[in-house]
């Protein structure tokens, strides 16, 4: 199983940034998937996850109102659109998955993880 993560970059406050989870391996139309991030010295966090066949979504409350998990299933790939970005949120961004169905921020159950990609949000 292999989760490549990208779209990340430089953006200014205020500005929007897609990253994307590209699967192989795995079939993510079975599984829920999640988005993580760490930021610089801290603990990684929980910032989204959706569940497979329901399509709850879950948010932390630093950014509900701002981000959006989708996934396209044709394409294997997950989405986090983050919209209205603050310099906290600079963070390298985690898409991680595992044999569960069911949303969750908690990182436990997560088995498999992507590289990360590095969101910066500076002026």
């Known amino acids: 199983v292999q989760l490549q993560a990208s779209g990340g970059g430089l953006v200014q406050p205020g500005g929007s940034l897609r990253v994307s989870c590209d699967a192989s391996?795995?079939?993510?139309?079975?599984?829920?998937i999640g988005w993580f991030r760490q930021a610089p010295g801290k603990e990684r966090e929980g910032v989204s996850s959706?569940?497979?066949?329901?399509?709850?979504?879950y948010y932390a409350d630093s950014v509900k109102g701002r981000f959006t998990i989708s996934r396209d299933n044709a394409k294997n790939t997950v989405y986090l659109q983050m919209n209205y970005l603050k310099p906290e949120d600079t963070a390298v961004y985690y898409c991680a998955t595992g044999h569960f169905a069911e949303a969750t921020l908690n990182e436990a159950p997560y088995a498999y993880w992507g590289q990360g990609t590095l969101v910066t949000v500076s002026s």
């Open positions: 391996g795995i079939t993510l139309d079975y599984y829920a």
């Open positions: 959706i569940s497979s066949s329901s399509g709850k979504t």
